[in-house]
């Protein structure tokens, strides 16, 4: 066992353990949900310490010797070598204090080993004094928060991306298969299955959108602000410099905030960031309900479409297959949509320089970014792309349904058009055959109005035959 000291007194800390007695005390303060810091967003903080460690080398503020010890303990981090060491859950109070600490002090403690000290000797490195120099949790905790939350936006818009083309290509492979409209649940006018993926596809494409653009959102950072944004016991070299490193090493486009006061405190962009998030997760959700509609039966329901038989359904049915994939949509959706309540309500919580509420509005935040982009990829690969189309279930349902009939109201009447659709609800008859048996059309002239690219398109069908017909009657 090592012993360390704080203001609070002395407690022993095991001699293998990286963390110190800052992590210490917050893990016994913090045990509320059984999740861990993210650890992209603890990565993000190491970056931020080692673009400050080169940066107050560069100003004579440590030793070369020191410098090169700190980058190394940063990169074996980076690699994975210590994830066990940070411990800490993922809701804290303190604005992130305990996170940021808990970065210091293993960072500083295997620094210290590659200097050949022991754990804990700290005239070595100081988690403070080194490795928090010209710094807070004030400016490194929100600049994490954007670097990750970055880092989480990339892979998330590629696999939107890719959602976009698969039900692209869903558009093209269904463009011919006519099929019943529905509105409210109920009949309406014809649609092709084409048409319908179309929305499904300008859908994602609007989130695609989105996305890239709420990325330069996320760019300002207020590194170099330290503790409200006044950039007190930084050196002013040192805020541009640091942001400079920062760029280098995170390969993302950061910028310097022009008010670093307003970027400490108000953390509305996070707010924007997860409307669009949930934007996506209610055009997700809204894709999954339709589909679960779409694919029901197989002999009791709609089944139109069919997904791909993923597992086995059910304990006690035999040969039950579920709608899984989009069920689980269904949930990642309610997850994120709850984060953003979450988030709103921890925005909007701050109080005059510094809001205290970020460790929340991070965990919920990358979680939403991890869930979504695991989601959408997951719902491409096992259900989007092997989505078939019962051609014979389509044209049977419109067949019987009154659909048809909207065609036929211009050259009709909606009096006339009323009393075919009577019959038709008795079950007797079908359109096209209650429509012949009155002499209203020829067959030719029946198929030419009711053809898919007649009634899937604006204007009258058939207009031209119509154009004849109304200088007949």
Excluded at 4 to 25: A, P, Q, W
Excluded at 40 to 66: C, F, G, P, R
Excluded at 158 to 187: H, I, M, P, S
Excluded at 379 to 398: K, M, P, T, V
């Amino acid at each position: 066992m090592r012993v360390e000291e704080d203001l609070l007194g002395v407690r022993e800390l095991k001699d293998e353990s990286y963390y110190g007695i800052s992590t210490l005390r917050s893990a016994e303060n913090f045990n509320f949900t059984g999740r861990k810091v993210n650890l992209e967003l603890i990565k993000a903080i190491v970056q931020i310490k080692m673009a400050a460690i080169i940066t107050n080398y560069e100003l004579d503020k440590v030793s070369e010797e020191k410098k090169e010890a700190v980058l190394k303990a940063c990169k074996e981090i980076l690699a994975g070598k210590f994830d066990e060491e940070f411990i800490l859950d993922a809701l804290q109070g303190g604005a992130g204090t305990s996170t940021n600490m808990m970065v210091n002090e293993v960072i500083a403690n295997r620094a210290i080993e590659l200097l050949g000290g022991q754990k804990g000797d700290y005239s070595l490195v100081h988690p403070n004094e080194d490795i928090n120099l010209s710094q807070s949790t004030n400016d490194v905790y929100p600049t994490a928060v954007r670097i990750s939350a970055l880092k989480l936006l990339i892979p998330l818009s590629e696999e939107v991306a890719n959602l976009q083309e698969a039900l692209q290509e869903k558009e093209r492979e269904f463009a011919n298969y006519l099929k019943l409209g529905r509105t409210q649940l109920q009949d309406a006018v014809p649609i092709t299955l084409g048409q319908e993926f179309s929305a499904y596809a300008e859908t994602i494409s609007r989130d695609r959108w989105r996305l890239f653009k709420v990325a330069e959102r996320l760019k300002q950072i207020n590194l170099g602000g330290t503790a409200i944004g006044t950039g007190l016991n930084a050196p002013r070299k040192y805020i541009f410099k640091v942001v400079k490193e920062i760029r280098n090493i995170t390969g993302l486009n950061l910028a310097h905030a022009e008010n670093m006061i307003d970027n400490t405190q108000n953390l509305d962009v996070f707010v924007e960031v997860s409307g669009l998030l949930k934007a996506l997760a209610v055009n997700l959700n809204k894709i999954a309900n339709d589909l679960r509609l779409l694919s029901s039966g197989p002999k009791g329901g709609i089944g139109e479409i069919k997904l791909p038989q993923v597992q086995v359904g059910s304990s006690i049915m035999p040969g039950k297959i579920n709608p899984v994939i989009p069920e689980a949509i269904n949930q990642v959706a309610f997850l994120v949509i709850s984060n953003d309540q979450a988030i709103t309500l921890a925005a909007q919580s701050g109080q005059l320089e510094l809001n205290v509420m970020t460790p929340l509005l991070a965990d919920k935040l990358l979680e939403s970014l991890t869930v979504l982009k695991n989601g959408v990829k997951i719902f491409r690969e096992r259900c989007i792309i092997g989505i078939e189309a019962n051609q014979e279930r389509c044209q049977e349902l419109l067949e019987d349904s009154l659909g048809l009939l909207t065609a036929l109201n211009p050259y009709l009447g909606y009096k006339l058009t009323t009393e075919i659709a009577k019959e038709v609800l008795t079950g007797e008859k079908k359109v096209r055959e209650s429509v012949l048996e009155r002499g209203l059309f020829s067959e030719e002239e029946l198929e030419q109005i009711l053809s898919p690219n007649e009634m899937t398109h604006p204007g009258i069908a058939a207009e031209k035959l119509y154009k004849e017909w109304k200088i007949k009657d």
